[in-house]
């Protein structure tokens, strides 16, 4: 089993910066993808971003590079870093685990990210 505890999440106005962190505790040598998706009220749940164990990044198309992962060297905890944020990118913001060898996702409870105009 894997557990993701997601952190970083709050109130910021608009064109402010804010960056979230997901650590993955319990059985990481299964993880092979970890990421991020969000979920707007109203909205299902869409990729933000994810990371494989070698390096490979993947972002969201409605991203537009404003948010930029990254991991720790020893590939936990994973990074969002997101710049310039517009009231659209409220949301709950998820971290996402998934294990090909084990054929399991794993997810966390979500981080609230709420921005002002």
């Known amino acids: 089993q894997v557990q993701l505890v997601e952190s970083g999440g709050g109130l910021v106005q608009a064109g402010g910066s804010l960056t979230l962190s997901c650590l993955a505790s319990?059985?990481?040598?299964?993880?092979?993808?970890m990421g991020w998706f969000r979920q707007a009220p109203g909205k299902q749940r869409e990729l933000v971003a994810t990371?494989?164990?070698?390096?490979?990044?993947n972002y969201g198309d409605s991203i537009q590079g404003r948010f930029t992962i990254s991991r720790d060297a020893t590939n936990n905890p994973i990074y969002l870093h997101m710049n310039s944020l517009k009231p659209e990118h409220t949301a709950v913001y998820y971290c996402n685990a998934l294990s090909l060898s084990s054929s399991k996702t794993y997810w966390g409870q979500g981080t609230q990210v709420t921005v002002s105009s």
């Open positions: 990371i494989t164990r070698g390096g490979i990044i």
């Open positions: 319990g059985s990481t040598f299964l993880i092979d993808t």
